[in-house]
């Protein structure tokens, strides 16, 4: 649930709108005018007789009624004893366009208090921001938005909201065709989250996918019930996040966050969620686009018919670091093409077809029919069309119209593609659009928009869905502590982790003693020293008690303490396995390659948690250490339930140990034909974190 059983509806579609304010009053009175706003518009102000020909009234007491939704554009101070007229009031809602709140916490040190006091007094009356430009309605023309913007009216469309008004009103002043229904900003997100704003549009049938522009997350519960509800309504949402911070990493010791980030979390999520993450402008809209156009799609596949290698070339390289596949052309297809092609030309996806038909609707119909025959998601016409200041673009429609024709016959999902965006008129994306073809302007763009919606195809009904709260804990820790090699192997060994069976020794005497209980071969490894490897301070399968007095001799030299383990041979591979906690509270889960290549391969994968078993087998599927696990070239497997199941007793122990915890790291896990095995590891934690016997 958000902070507040909130009602979005009146503000979201109101048919009243009361304006506050002067030169952004006016704007936003403007604003409506221009949008042809069908609804009540009551200008505010304390001297004015009329705005654009709209009475003015003196203060909100005077209105004819209460508003649905309100534009406030006064300063700070004024905004709250406003917010708290309308809120006595029974109104709909408010825009609450004033800076200088917790925004500004840095620089006054009231600010903080201020924005508190307007939550306050909104109560359970809906605030956007503050310090945000609104939204804006382009399904019904309602506009509380007091700037300049690029959209239009629109029977259908997508959603787009984002942090910064700025990235907005640049979004709409797109050119590509896009069918955009809401624009909101969420400011300071004071009450209302960006979560809410988008769970409210989902309730609005017209809306055909959502896109979120975020700097930072905040309502992790409203996010995963906007996951669920909008999965339920199959809307797809695409998620474009800025700021990747290495904020967390100054403070940790271990591998686990210098090999994933602070952004892996926020990857993390998204995917937990299942939304898919691009990482431009350009294809964030082109993915709304598709969304919007095809929906969400089953597959990864793809078709691409141009009339020049080049192009063909050029899309059949762009999925090579893309998860999209080119379906091979069966038999039938070949020899469909070949009839409508002739001899000359090589078959293959994607397909040059060459400009021998150019020109020749029936040759290209038929053409285009037999590619859209390939067991593929949506498939691409690459075409560019020419200046229409100096060229003709006569025969680029025939081969429009061949399409057209095409997708007729055989009901195929397809778009056309232009390599570059200034070669696709928003004229001829409007055209396209009305016949309800997707129109892409990059080969970079497009293709990200088909990764995106098949993401979120794939991911439409895995476990990862789940709306079991994210494990987070608020509770602050200011000097933890890194315990002993030693302590936390105890502490995981109690916690049910299969842990390599291990003695301190702080003399040869004590080595030789603790040899007895151990066994041999063993390792001797020094105590409190990271990266013991590369400094010399590990020593592997000793197997001898002459051998062990000259090692552990030579090691008591420069340390106290010396460990002596069990040495386990015919490792089929090493893991490291490390959870962080991140400065929002959250747990990120890093597995990935291990061992002393770990900075090398950096080959992981992370999760938020909890996990179930099942997201785990999901997620190390996609290591490339994998193939490895599985039993590489007839080699022997790793015993993968085995290592399930270690990282599932970790994690657990995790949870139940949030409140003092800020990492762990396991590296390497050992992972053997049968059984898996910790034989390094790493706590850092609070003192009251306790060592069991």
Same mark, same amino acid.
């Given at each position: 649930m958000a902070k507040y059983d909130l009602n979005l509806n009146r503000l979201l579609r109101p048919k009243s709108i009361a304006v506050i304010g002067g030169s952004w009053g006016r704007s936003v009175i403007e604003q409506c005018v221009r949008m042809r706003y069908e609804g009540e518009l009551w200008p505010?102000?304390?001297?004015?007789?009329?705005?654009h020909g709209y009475r003015c009234y003196r203060s909100v007491a005077e209105l004819p009624s209460t508003p649905d939704a309100t534009f406030i554009g006064v300063n700070r101070h004024l905004t709250v004893d406003i917010v708290s007229q309308l809120s006595a009031a029974n109104a709909g809602g408010a825009v609450c366009f004033a800076s200088g709140f917790s925004e500004a916490a840095a620089e006054d040190?009231?600010?903080?208090?201020?924005?508190?006091?307007?939550?306050?007094?909104?109560?359970?009356m809906p605030i956007v921001g503050p310090n945000c430009y609104g939204l804006i309605n382009y399904l019904d023309g309602a506009l509380l938005w007091p700037d300049q913007h690029g959209g239009k009216r629109v029977q259908r469309g997508v959603v787009i909201i984002t942090q910064s008004s700025n990235i907005a009103i640049n979004m709409?002043?797109?050119?590509?065709?896009?069918?955009?229904?809401?624009?909101?900003?969420?400011?300071?997100?004071?009450?209302?989250?960006?979560?809410?704003m988008a769970m409210a549009l989902l309730d609005d049938e017209r809306v055909t996918a959502i896109g979120l522009h975020v700097e930072g997350f905040g309502d992790y519960r409203g996010l995963q019930l906007l996951a669920a509800k909008a999965r339920k309504k199959g809307i797809g949402i695409v998620v474009i996040k800025a700021g990747r911070s290495e904020q967390s990493q100054a403070a940790m010791v271990s591998h686990t966050n210098?090999?994933?980030?602070?952004?892996?979390?926020?990857?993390?999520?998204?995917?937990?969620?299942g939304f898919a993450r691009v990482f431009s402008i350009p294809s964030f809209l082109e993915s709304l686009k598709l969304l919007h156009t095809c929906g969400i799609l089953n597959g990864n596949t793809i078709a691409s018919m141009s009339c020049s290698g080049g192009e063909a070339s050029l899309?059949?390289?762009?999925?090579?670091?893309?998860?999209?596949?080119?379906?091979?052309?069966?038999?039938?297809?070949?020899?469909?093409l070949r009839d409508a092609l002739g001899p000359m030309v090589a078959l293959a996806n994607p397909l040059d077809y060459h400009t021998y038909i150019w020109n020749d609707l029936e040759a290209m119909t038929a053409t285009f029919?037999?590619?859209?025959?390939?067991?593929?998601?949506?498939?691409?016409?690459?075409?560019?069309?020419?200046?229409?200041?100096?060229?003709?673009?006569?025969?680029?429609?025939?081969?429009?119209? #061949?399409?057209? #024709?095409?997708?007729?016959?055989?009901?195929?999902?397809?778009?056309?593609?232009?390599?570059?965006?200034?070669?696709?008129?928003?004229?001829?994306?409007?055209?396209?659009?009305?016949?309800?073809?997707?129109?892409?302007?990059?080969i970079e763009e497009a293709?990200?928009?088909?990764?995106?919606?098949?993401?979120?195809?794939? #991911?439409?009904?895995?476990?990862?869905?789940?709306?079991?709260?994210?494990?987070?804990?608020?509770?602050?820790?200011?000097?933890?502590?890194?315990?002993?090699?030693?302590?936390?192997?105890?502490?995981?060994?109690?916690?049910?982790?299969?842990?390599?069976?291990?003695?301190?020794?702080?003399?040869?005497?004590?080595?030789?003693?603790?040899?007895?209980?151990?066994?041999?071969?063993?390792?001797?490894?020094?105590?409190?020293?990271?990266h013991k490897t590369e400094q010399g301070g590990v020593i592997l399968n000793v197997q001898t008690e002459d051998a062990l007095r000259t090692h552990a001799g030579y090691l008591l030299t420069s340390c106290d303490v010396v460990l002596l383990e069990?040495?386990?041979?015919?490792?089929?591979?090493?893991?490291?396995?490390?959870?962080?906690?991140?400065?929002?509270?959250?747990?990120?889960?890093?597995?990935?390659?291990?061992?002393?290549?770990?900075?090398?391969?950096?080959?992981?994968?992370?999760?938020?948690?909890?996990?179930?078993?099942?997201?785990?087998?999901?997620?190390?599927?996609?290591?490339?250490?994998?193939?490895?696990?599985?039993?590489?070239?007839?080699?022997?497997?790793?015993?993968?339930?085995?290592?399930?199941?270690?990282?599932?007793?970790?994690?657990?122990?995790?949870?139940?140990?949030?409140?003092?915890?800020?990492?762990?790291?396991?590296?390497?896990?050992?992972?053997?034909q049968s059984g898996a095995v910790v034989v390094d590891a790493l706590i850092s934690a609070s003192e009251t974190l306790s060592v069991q016997d």
């Open positions: 505010v102000h304390p001297t004015l007789d009329d705005v040190n009231a600010a903080t208090a201020l924005q508190q006091q307007l939550i306050d007094a909104a109560g359970n709409t002043m797109q050119r590509r065709g896009l069918p955009i229904a809401y624009v909101m900003t969420a400011g300071n997100q004071a009450q209302v989250s960006i979560a809410d210098s090999l994933s980030g602070t952004d892996a979390a926020s990857s993390a999520l998204i995917e937990h969620l899309m059949a390289d762009a999925i090579a670091d893309r998860p999209l596949e080119y379906p091979s052309l069966s038999a039938a297809q070949q020899q469909a029919a037999a590619m859209l025959q390939t067991p593929a998601e949506i498939t691409f016409l690459v075409i560019d069309f020419p200046r229409a200041d100096t060229c003709a673009d006569d025969s680029w429609w025939v081969a429009i119209d #061949a399409l057209l #024709a095409a997708r007729d016959a055989t009901g195929a999902a397809v778009a056309v593609l232009a390599t570059l965006p200034e070669n696709l008129p928003e004229s001829v994306c409007e055209q396209l659009m009305e016949k309800n073809i997707p129109a892409f302007g990059g293709l990200d928009a088909v990764a995106a919606a098949a993401f979120v195809g794939s #991911a439409i009904d895995l476990l990862n869905y789940s709306t079991k709260p994210l494990l987070q804990t608020h509770h602050l820790i200011e000097s933890p502590i890194v315990m002993s090699e030693y302590d936390a192997k105890r502490i995981l060994l109690h916690a049910g982790l299969p842990v390599a069976t291990a003695f301190q020794a702080r003399s040869v005497d004590e080595s030789i003693e603790a040899a007895e209980s151990v066994g041999y071969p063993l390792v001797i490894k020094v105590s409190g020293l990271a069990s040495y386990h041979q015919g490792a089929i591979a090493e893991l490291l396995i490390g959870v962080v906690r991140e400065p929002d509270g959250l747990f990120k889960l890093t597995v990935g390659a291990g061992g002393i290549l770990t900075e090398l391969m950096r080959d992981t994968v992370s999760l938020l948690l909890p996990v179930s078993a099942e997201q785990l087998q999901q997620h190390i599927a996609k290591l490339r250490i994998h193939q490895v696990l599985e039993g590489y070239r007839g080699q022997a497997a790793a015993d993968v339930p085995s290592i399930i199941n270690a990282i599932t007793k970790l994690c657990e122990w995790v949870e139940a140990n949030a409140d003092h915890l800020c990492e762990v790291e396991i590296n390497p896990l050992l992972c053997l």
